[in-house]
């Protein structure tokens, strides 16, 4: 069984920043791909970042230059660097993995989300 547990949520000020951090234990063989999401209230989940097993990132264009997406393979960690946060980046933030486990299957896994609330 393989779980995804995200912190570092909460409230914060317009122009403060937040650092998310998501861990991924269990039967993990190997994690390829990981990232960032998040619903904002009343709309649909929308990617926010994604990072590679080798570090190429990509991120959505509302949060390029203000969010960085990094992991550290090592402890089976994804991070998210929330800087000059807006109101508009209010939302539940999920954490999204590509695991393949011990025995081998390959399954997109989540995190359970955490909330961030940014005030104007």
């Known amino acids: 069984q393989v779980q995804l547990v995200e912190s570092g949520g909460g409230l914060v000020q317009a122009g403060g920043s937040l650092r998310l951090s998501c861990a991924a234990s269990?039967?993990?063989?190997?994690?390829?791909?990981m990232g960032w999401y998040r619903q904002p209230p009343g709309k649909q989940r929308e990617l926010v970042a994604t990072?590679?097993?080798?570090?190429?990132?990509s991120y959505t264009d509302s949060v390029k230059g203000r969010f960085t997406i990094s992991r550290d393979n090592a402890k089976n960690t994804v991070y998210l660097q929330m800087n000059s946060l807006k109101p508009e980046d209010t939302a539940v933030y999920y954490c999204?993995?590509?695991?393949?486990?011990?025995?081998?299957?390959?399954?997109?896994?989540w995190g359970q989300g955490t909330q961030v609330t940014v005030s104007s």
């Open positions: 269990g039967s993990i063989f190997r994690i390829n791909a």
């Open positions: 990072i590679t097993t080798g570090g190429t990132t």
């Open positions: 999204n993995a590509d695991i393949i486990t011990i025995s081998r299957y390959e399954l997109d896994y």
